[in-house]
């Protein structure tokens, strides 16, 4: 069974930083793209980063490219979002999401329970 | 980047009635890469229907996707009590993943 958990979430001031990490287990890790989606309060859902299977290659939207790094651990099965320069717009649930496959063409089929990040002097 | 549009905003049905959510692209969707996710308060998303019409194990028969192109459909056939909930389309083609504005089902 896919199982993902967030960590490290919490309250920052603006132009802050803050880390967050992503357990995963019952997959074959890094035979998946893992992606970071996020939620603001009672908005819609946004994508804001995507790793391929081997972390060679990272996609993010321009809402937070040049601010969020996406990284991987495939040896220990860790994703992890370094968010800097955080904006007040950037607080959400960010959500831990596997892909179906590789990156082209894959959506996301598992997702874990959420984390809360709020920005806020 | 691909706009995905949905309509209408809220849907208000009572239980047993037939659900119809529509999701619309600003351009066409490259091999039909559009799912549909179903949310509830405090959950996560979760995954109803790949590639606009495949549905995902263990999803209801009476979720059913349909469309191309620009154009897709969700249908609830008839709606059971843990059916009211959010629902979003998004494309992933194009190395870009958008979501649409998401179509609270509600009960009447």
């Known amino acids: 069974e896919v199982h993902l958990l967030e960590s490290g979430g919490g309250l920052e001031q603006p132009g802050e930083s803050l880390s967050l990490s992503c357990a995963a287990s019952?997959?074959?890790?890094?035979?998946?793209?893992m992606s970071w989606v996020r939620q603001a309060p009672g908005k819609g859902l946004e994508w804001v980063s995507i790793i391929s299977g081997n972390g060679d290659t990272t996609y993010y939207p321009d809402s937070v490219k040049g601010r969020f790094t996406i990284s991987r651990d495939n040896f220990n099965n860790m994703l992890y979002l370094q968010m800097n320069s955080l904006r007040a717009e950037d607080t959400a649930i960010y959500y831990c999401?596997?892909?179906?496959?590789?990156?082209?063409?894959?959506?996301?089929?598992?997702w874990g329970q959420g984390i809360l990040v709020t920005v806020s002097s | 980047e691909i706009v995905l549009t949905q309509s209408p905003g809220t849907l208000s049905l009572s239980p047993g009635e037939r659900a119809t959510l529509s999701c619309r692209a600003s351009q066409s969707v490259s091999s039909n890469y559009l799912g549909w996710y179903q949310q509830k308060p405090g959950q996560a998303p979760r995954l109803l229907i790949s590639g606009a019409s495949g549905r995902v194990t263990g999803i209801p028969d009476r979720f059913t996707g349909s469309g191309s192109g620009t154009d897709f459909t969700l249908t609830i056939s008839r709606l059971e009590p843990e059916d009211f909930a959010v629902y979003y389309c998004?494309?992933?083609?194009?190395?870009?993943?958008?979501f649409g504005q998401g179509t609270k089902v509600e009960i009447k």
């Open positions: 999401a596997k892909l179906s496959g590789l990156v082209v063409g894959a959506y996301f089929d598992y």
């Open positions: 019952g997959f074959r890790f890094s035979s998946y793209a």
């Open positions: 998004q494309q992933y083609g194009n190395l870009a993943w958008t």
